[in-house]
């Protein structure tokens, strides 16, 4: 598992240094030759890679210079992606896309500011390895860095490399723990929004530092310690005398999920429209007066999985997908066996099994279908997620070269005539080559998310073939459709979507809806979309029978029925029946389980609810008043509004 350079940047192998003799072959542009290694052994080239990046990080620490080196490095890792060997160099072309990612990220610093993080970089190279690796698309560098700087200035003997140069001191036992990880966590979770420049709260990331490193220990246990998991740790919005009351009362409770249903139900709250008990509490809106008044739903899953944050475990809180259902459940990591996996059960009640939940994304600050959140747990369940940093710079690779091709700018570069022979004729531009190493990089890691993005706008612009979107989305499926069929699911949707001709996309709709047939929510929403692909092709007919299809077959799960009634009513308007609405929310609703089995301020958000309410409104139009009151009062006997006989 890479957890920083291979070696040290500034301790590299001696053998690429005395293969370099005395002069360093240079990427043709203009300088002095060198000895010729034209009679190198087979690894030549590898060590010319590995020369070069010496020469060029030793130029660039003792520069007062960023911008300068940003065409050099970048021709540098042009060469490695065009020549390099996926079996042996896979290392090199890290530690190249690393320092290149070094160079760009401090071009976001005033010339006086940059001084210290290459000296940090320099003598931490392992900590802004596993910094750099967790840097995501979406995440603010110059921000993460500041944090990087701010917790190293702090905290230097907790953060910073054991002082040593021989790579395995990393396990030399000079500190207690490696922090690496969530020392990166914190990175990527107070980073601050992208492009912004907004001021960091430096006291409590801080505060909260202080708490995790003095903690760490005993609180994560056998979780592992992935800066993507330790990000749903850190990223609780509780303070610090909660999380010390929570750790003193919770430590070493890996089923955190079952705490949220030790919180008492403010039934008043809801049935009532009583103020919530817990606001008017002395000491305010904590996990303390929580668990001594209780709440809502809301409450529940906030006392959860913030005490799941104080001992280490991390934890999500769940909201169900679309503004008709109002419910919050909570999600924990959990390990069964030797697997780890997201549990998302607790207090997701029996009618709200089949809908997928939202997560607010400690990392990108997105909101994201809790499937997303599922994928991560794969950086712990299998040895090829053990190998995050190479996936890196697979992907690093493929979007270079995808720049490369927009920018038409000279590919490969040339090289000097003393230049050891590559082992391979170079890549090719090229989507199947992006493809490749995106292939190559989800294989390395099957839980970054980033790789399947990449390809699932690659999708979306349609840049892939027939023949490759056919391959990808059995991929999807190989790599995680059996472990995490929602994430497969978001991911090839918008791939199938795009897919010509018609007829060839409803195949692969059909295809994955057998592939989810035993997941109905899933199923349903392939039949959905191909309601829409019909409506949008000018098929009213086909895109009917789909969306009836919907009504009739997956009523009960999720909330895909009142999406299909809009849809249908839509195609009615179209046709000029309006009138034919009323039928289509009598059928609907006829197939809708009314709620018996939860609780009375749950049935509120139920679909039983929200196509019941639409009816009675179609049947008041059509002056059918009577039956219109039949249905509201069903309605109301479901949410606990029904009205008592008068006294006498």
């Not at 709250?269 to 809502?296: C, D, H």
Request: some cysteine.
């Amino acid at each position: 598992m890479i957890r920083g350079p291979s070696f040290p940047l500034t301790t590299l192998l001696a053998a690429a240094i005395s293969l370099a003799m005395q002069g360093l072959p240079a990427i043709a542009q203009g300088q002095p030759p060198a000895p010729s290694m034209a009679n190198a052994p087979s690894d030549a080239f590898s060590a010319y890679l590995r020369a070069q990046l010496f020469e060029l990080e030793t130029r660039f620490r003792s520069s007062a210079s960023v911008s300068s080196f940003g065409p050099e490095i970048d021709r540098l890792f042009d060469v490695a992606i065009a020549y390099f060997d996926p079996a042996r160099d896979m290392d090199v072309l890290h530690d190249i896309d690393l320092l290149r990612r070094q160079i760009r990220a401090l071009g976001h610093f005033k010339p006086e500011q940059v001084a210290p993080f290459k000296a940090l970089f320099a003598a931490n190279p392992y900590l802004s390895a596993t910094v750099f690796d967790a840097i995501g698309p979406d995440d603010n560098t110059a921000g993460a860095l500041r944090v990087l700087k701010l917790l190293a200035d702090k905290f230097p003997d907790r953060v910073k490399d054991p002082p040593a140069t021989d790579p395995r001191a990393k396990q030399s036992g000079k500190k207690p723990q490696r922090l690496d990880d969530l020392v990166a966590a914190f990175c990527i979770v107070f980073d601050g929004e992208l492009r912004s420049a907004a001021p960091l709260d430096e006291e409590r990331v801080v505060q909260l530092f202080e708490y995790f490193s003095t903690n760490f220990d005993r609180m994560t246990g056998s979780l592992g310690h992935a800066p993507e998991l330790l990000a749903f740790v850190v990223s609780t919005p509780v303070s610090i005398e909660e999380l010390n009351w929570a750790q003193k009362g919770y430590s070493g409770n890996r089923q955190v999920g079952r705490l949220y249903g030790s919180i008492v139900y403010d039934s008043g709250a809801f049935e009532f429209g009583r103020p919530k008990k817990i606001l008017s509490q002395a000491g305010g809106y904590t996990l303390m007066n929580i668990k001594k008044v209780g709440g809502v739903c809301v409450e529940q899953a906030y006392f959860a999985a913030n005490v799941g944050c104080a001992i280490g475990i991390p934890t999500v809180i769940v909201g169900a997908r679309g503004s008709d259902v109002a419910h919050a459940w909570v999600g924990y990591l959990k390990q069964i066996g030797s697997k780890f996996e997201w549990d998302f059960d607790e207090g997701r009640y029996e009618e709200y099994q089949s809908l997928r939940g939202d997560v607010l994304d400690p990392q990108s600050g997105k909101t994201v279908p809790d499937g997303y959140i599922a994928l991560t747990a794969g950086y712990l369940n299998n040895s090829r997620n053990q190998n995050r940093a190479k996936a890196v710079a697979c992907f690093d690779a493929a979007e270079r070269l995808a720049a490369i091709q927009l920018a038409n700018t000279h590919y490969p570069p040339e090289l000097a005539s003393d230049v050891p022979k590559p082992p391979t004729v170079p890549r090719p531009l090229g989507v199947a080559t992006q493809l490749q190493l995106i292939e190559s990089g989800l294989r390395f890691s099957t839980a970054s998310r980033r790789g399947w993005e990449m390809v699932a706008r690659l999708a979306t612009a349609r840049k892939l073939s027939g023949e490759q979107l056919d391959l990808w989305s059995k991929r999807v499926i190989e790599l995680c459709g059996d472990d995490y069929p929602d994430f497969a699911f978001a991911m090839l949707s918008p791939m199938i979507q795009v897919i010509t001709p018609i007829e060839q996309q409803e195949k692969m709709w059909e295809w994955l809806h057998g592939k989810f047939n035993q997941r109905k929510d899933l199923a349903a929403a392939v039949r959905f979309a191909q309601g829409q692909m019909w409506e949008d092709a000018k098929k009213p007919t086909r895109a009917w029978d789909l969306y009836t299809e919907c009504i009739e077959r997956y009523a009960n799960d999720g909330t895909i029925i009142l999406d299909a009634l809009r849809n249908a009513e839509r195609l009615l308007e179209r046709q000029g029946k309006p009138e034919q609405a009323l039928a289509l929310y009598q059928n609907g609703f006829s197939r809708i389980t009314k709620p018996d089995r939860m609780s009375n301020e749950f049935a509120a958000g139920s679909m039983y609810v929200a196509v019941g309410r639409k009816y009675a409104d179609l049947l008041e139009r059509a002056g059918k008043v009577i039956d219109a009151r039949k249905v509201r009062d069903a309605v109301d006997v479901v949410i606990g509004k029904e009205k008592k006989a008068p006294k006498k």
